[in-house]
């Protein structure tokens, strides 16, 4: 593509994919319908609150290479900030028992080897089954290739691939759990370091965007829907906003579809796209973190699924929540502060001012199934590109995700 690129989304993918295009040769305009960038990863003032929070929780691991390429190049490397070491906190609220599950640096695993660093109650060879899901096809769910009971699956892989699939472990895609395992815990504690934007998700990787877009001369519009693509043969002829004329597409102009996969399959005649969503629950709470309290922690035999302490704020994720959709918002909130209270040592009955968050849609469902459905970058019509965590980036829907599909189809657009 030449001419004009017009990137269409301004979610991290489209963020990505107007970043990586370069404004030297060629024009790029980033088109967004909403009046904020971001998209599901976004931060906003919350006026019953009084603070900034975020639409959500998000985990980013040291192994994530696009996410840390990403925040270098809009010079937000610092707003991400590491746990202590490459650990992971647990509570179990039904025992009371606290454990760390620690990775050492290199690939070769012997942190399985010690007590003091894997599950309590598990052995070393426990572990072996791992490697399974790195062998995993793409038909294959992760019930068919380890056991989904037991210590270790209750105390450490569910709540991890839950976290990473938002998707019930046992139903979702072996070979989506295996690509998320080989970029992390397979390649050593220096890759599987959590990441905590604990400035906020907008801090981290949206304001900072933004801000390097304008200084490179990227035109960024929004309240800026696409209505309908106009296509004449192989190529998109012109884009139809609303309450505008079109915008006719020269013969080197060029478009980045980065929106949602619903909003694409309206968009673009035949596409197939997933059709099974899962949702997210968060739940941000008004309170100090104790001193000494993790950046995040997983809650085992409990609602909440991991608690992140930011800087007064203590805040809940619960994902695969359809389940709490239809619960009404104080008695969820209720039930999830005496959860956090239980490891910050807050009053359980002294129910802080709060926010409950429900995205309905948040990811595609990571099952073999709907994983067969994401499309590839490229369509049938030469000018047009797709970008999205729903598209074929062989990783769930995750941030991580989300950047590799909008620098792949900046690369595509630079040919």
């Not at 572990?127 to 793409?138: C, D, H, S």
């Not at 895609?173 to 934007?197: N, T």
């Not at 106009?230 to 609303?242: Q, S, Y």
Request: proline share 7%; net charge neutral.
């Amino acid at each position: 593509m030449g001419g004009t690129v017009h990137v269409v989304g301004a979610g991290l993918a489209g963020l990505a994919a107007a970043l990586k295009l370069d404004p030297k040769r060629r024009r790029i305009v980033l088109h967004e319908a909403s009046r904020h960038a971001g998209g599901r990863c976004r931060s906003y003032h919350d006026q019953a609150l009084g603070t900034v929070i975020d639409n959500g929780n998000h985990l980013v691991l040291s192994g994530n290479l696009a996410v840390r390429d990403y925040v270098a190049a809009i010079g937000a490397g610092d707003r991400l900030k590491p746990t202590r070491d490459a650990a992971f906190d647990f509570a179990d609220l039904a025992t009371g028992a606290r454990w760390r599950v620690i990775p050492n640096a290199g690939r070769l695993p012997w942190w399985i080897f010690s007590a003091r660093r894997r599950v309590p109650g598990t052995r070393w060879n426990d572990y072996l089954a791992l490697g399974k899901l790195l062998r995993a096809g793409p038909r294959d769910r992760i019930g068919d290739v380890m056991a989904c009971e037991g210590p270790l699956w209750e105390r450490l892989w569910h709540p991890l691939l839950v976290a990473a699939l938002n998707t019930d472990p046992k139903a979702s895609s072996a070979a989506l759990a295996g690509a998320v395992v080989r970029e992390s815990l397979a390649k050593g504690g220096d890759a599987c370091r959590p990441l905590v934007a604990t400035e906020g998700l907008g801090e981290a990787f949206v304001d900072p965007a933004l801000a390097t877009l304008k200084a490179r001369g990227v035109e960024v519009r929004f309240d800026h829907r696409l209505r309908s693509l106009a296509f004449d043969g192989t190529r998109v002829a012109a884009l139809d906003f609303a309450d505008e004329d079109p915008t006719v597409l020269e013969p080197g102009d060029g478009v980045i579809l980065a929106v949602t996969a619903p909003v694409a399959a309206t968009l673009v005649p035949g596409l197939t796209v997933p059709t099974d969503f899962r949702s997210i629950v968060n739940a941000h709470f008004l309170a100090s973190p104790p001193d000494g309290q993790p950046l995040m922690i997983g809650l085992i035999n409990a609602a909440s699924e991991w608690v992140f302490a930011f800087p007064g704020r203590l805040s809940v994720t619960i994902s695969d929540a359809d389940r709490f959709l239809d619960t009404p918002k104080d008695e969820l909130a209720a039930r999830l502060w005496r959860e956090v209270a239980a490891v910050t040592g807050h009053d359980p009955d002294t129910l802080p001012p709060h926010r409950i968050i429900r995205e309905k849609r948040a990811t595609f469902a990571a099952t073999p199934e709907q994983d067969a459905l994401r499309p590839g970058p490229e369509t049938a019509w030469r000018n047009l590109l797709l970008a999205g965590d729903w598209t074929q980036t062989g990783l769930p829907s995750t941030i991580e995700g989300a950047l590799r599909s909008g620098n792949r189809a900046a690369l595509l657009a630079s040919r």
